[in-house]
């Protein structure tokens, strides 16, 4: 076992027992670097990626390029999940030296200081595909390093020069955030929208979840159908394809083809988290049945498989088991026909299963027809096929169950459980599940126990096997701020208000650059060669963008000008790639939809369990409403501390009443929901 057997990443303990000399990154390495003057070969991937697995078993499992490795170079180990600073700050220079490829895993080579020189992705152990091997790279690279060190350091200096980001001098003001700037978004990504399959461009498809939001938010601001045509359009197709897992729910990260079939079959929880509230979105807005029904599974299969004992949810599951991508979701006919009997033909018909497959002579599951062609055909009624399709799942994740499932990443990654723990706090009020409330308070209180320190204001990044670690990043104080005022919203408990303006009140401290804009890591974070700022969207979306949507609902729960006014100067500094690239920044979109807008502030005061009160509630949080926000006295108050919108709230004639404010200037209170939604 090499040094990584003391970490707790699951990703850099698959490497424990390489014969690679790897370091977790950290002085150690670096200062070993120095000492031999040797240059550092950095390997970035993550847990569910299945090149990073593929090269682990070629080159860093092989004895003898594990001994070219070690001889030559000081060899660090890097999870991106846990250190995305890392992997932003690297993956740049890797498109730099690459012509804009990128991907993981990710291999580039530094300077003792840090400084890369060069870098690439996947190297296989013999030249192909125009590549060379690894071990031709390697041997290429020491020589570079030894016997042409000048133009070595030329290269390097001028990829870290250009790393810095301090100040970026793009954007606008304050006064380019209007309605205008949120319309010609609109008409870009509409552009590009897919007709025929739904979602955005073609292969390989991503979800997109924060441009589905902004069409959902576009829909409520100019009621402009096609924007909620192609919400649910595209929301339908995904859930009848292969991306869909149609026995255990939940989504897999994207397809590789245009129409949602096959998968890349590894599940996040990033992915899972966002889409779960674009459908319960969805099916506010619709009051559509089936898209209550995808949210649901997708929260109870995050419930009964990626939920810690603590509370907290795991990250990842991988794609691969058995040394097979995908090979514990898919089916053959002839074991669909042995496992169901007499209800074989209506599966095979249903999820369209063919004796020779859709993927490697094996079926991904999917929905080709509607239930009312697939019913007609096997001579059912819509209802009772439904039924039927219910029991026949459950006897299929039975047998499911029985395989060896893949693997789990199960550390917990703060950003990601912030994301799930907004979903899920808003579904327990807009559903009215109690399971889900009981799930969100109980994650919410995992994390104000365990990963942030309220005397401080710190807050951690990740916790595996009883440790966390890591100081948070932007978007882990984004996220988790987010959350804690879903869960205010949901329980009306006033610490969850407290907890989330803490951590915003961190991350304008420790975060904001001189620009107005925020960077990605705290000013007490490590030193490194530049300090990272992502400013477009991902698979998640960025900090920059979360903590602007953060700060403006805070800014209307409190009054606190500055608030707004950070949100603004942040927002501000991305209208011209907003207006070039929309479809990168669908969360700043959002945030910009709920700045022109205009926010709704809603204060009800009122026993929250008695009749009234929920009454009054659910004309607030059973429709889509994105741009409002709820708070909650149960009596009549005086000077309110902690939320100023509830202050000198009182009933009127002893009923739960509702103060309808925007801009802390209120309308006239009322105590009946026909009332309230007039003023709405």
């Not at 003001?173 to 955005?200: I, M, V, W």
């Amino acid at each position: 076992m090499n040094r990584l057997a003391n970490e707790t990443s699951p990703y850099l303990l698959q490497h424990a027992d390489n014969p690679v000399d790897w370091y977790a990154w950290g002085e150690e390495a670096l200062s070993r670097a120095r000492q031999e003057d040797k240059p550092i070969l950095l390997s970035v991937g993550y847990s569910a990626c299945h090149w990073c697995h593929v090269m682990a078993h070629e080159s860093f499992e092989d004895a003898a390029t594990a001994a070219v490795m070690n001889d030559l170079f000081i060899n660090i180990k890097v999870d991106r999940e846990e250190r995305p600073d890392l992997d932003d700050i690297y993956m740049q220079a890797v498109q730099a030296f690459t012509d804009g490829r990128g991907g993981w895993p990710m291999t580039v080579f530094l300077l003792p200081d840090g400084r890369p020189f060069y870098g690439g992705t996947y190297y296989p152990p013999e030249p192909r595909y125009g590549m060379p091997s690894f071990s031709q790279v390697l041997t290429g690279i020491n020589d570079a390093y030894q016997n042409r060190r000048d133009e070595v350091n030329k290269v390097a200096g001028d990829i870290a020069g250009s790393l810095q980001r301090g100040t970026l001098g793009i954007g606008g003001a304050p006064s380019d955030l209007t309605t205008e700037l949120l319309d010609r978004a609109y008409e870009k990504l509409a552009q590009n929208f897919d007709g025929r399959n739904g979602g955005f461009g073609g292969a390989p498809k991503f979800p997109n979840p924060m441009n589905l939001e902004f069409l959902l938010r576009t829909y409520a601001r100019t009621e402009e159908d096609d924007a909620l045509e192609h919400v649910k359009f595209t929301l339908t197709q995904m859930a009848r394809g292969g991306i869909y897992d149609q026995i255990g729910g939940g989504f897999h990260r994207y397809s590789v083809d245009a129409v949602w079939l096959v998968p890349h079959f590894e599940k996040m929880l990033y992915d899972n988290a966002q889409m779960s509230r674009v459908y319960l979105h969805a099916f506010q807005v619709t009051g559509d049945p089936f898209f209550k029904t995808i949210a649901c599974e997708i929260y109870d299969y995050v419930l009964r498989e990626m939920t810690t004992p603590e509370g907290g949810f795991y990250s990842t599951t991988d794609a691969d088991s058995e040394g097979e991508e995908g090979k514990f979701f898919v089916w053959s006919r002839d074991e669909l026909i042995a496992l169901l009997g007499d209800d074989a033909p209506i599966a095979i018909e249903y999820w369209g299963v063919s004796a020779g497959g859709n993927f490697e002579r094996h079926n991904i599951l999917n929905v080709p027809n509607d239930a009312a062609i697939a019913a007609q055909r096997l001579g059912l009624s819509v209802d009772a096929l439904h039924a039927k399709i219910t029991t026949i799942k459950d006897k299929l994740f039975a047998t499911r169950s029985q395989r060896i499932a893949p693997g789990l990443d199960d550390k917990v990654l703060t950003a990601w459980n912030g994301m799930m723990l907004a979903s899920l706090a808003e579904a327990a009020r807009v559903l009215d599940r109690p399971d889900y409330h009981v799930a969100a308070v109980r994650c919410a209180e995992f994390f104000a126990s365990t990963m942030f320190n309220a005397g401080t204001g710190v807050l951690l990044r990740t916790h595996k096997n009883g440790q966390s670690k890591i100081d948070g990043f932007l978007e882990d104080y984004a996220n988790l701020s987010e959350a804690f005022l879903e869960v205010y919203q949901t329980t009306f408990d006033a610490r969850w208000f407290v907890l989330a303006r803490a951590l915003a009140d961190h991350a304008l401290a420790h975060f904001r650059a001189e620009d107005g804009g925020f960077f990605d890591s705290s000013d007490r974070h490590e030193q490194l060669i530049a300090r990272p700022r992502s400013l477009q969207d991902n698979a998640t979306p960025a900090g920059t963008s979360v903590i602007a949507r953060v700060l403006l609902r805070l800014a209307a729960y409190t009054g606190v000008d500055e608030y707004s006014t950070a949100a603004q100067r942040s927002l501000a500094m991305l209208t011209a790639a907003v207006r070039e690239y929309p479809q990168a920044f669908g969360e700043a979109l959002n945030a910009v939809d709920l700045l022109v807008s205009g926010i709704a502030e809603i204060a009800i005061v009122g026993e929250a369990a008695s009749e009234g009160a929920r009454a009054l509630l659910a004309v607030a949080q059973k429709p889509y409403r994105p741009n409002v926000i709820v708070a909650l006295a149960p009596a009549n108050v005086k000077e309110e501390d902690v939320i100023p919108l509830l202050s000198y709230r009182i009933q009127r004639g002893g009923q739960a009443t509702v103060y309808v404010c925007r801009n802390f200037t209120c309308q006239m209170p009322v105590t009946t929901p026909e009332a309230m939604v007039a003023l709405l």
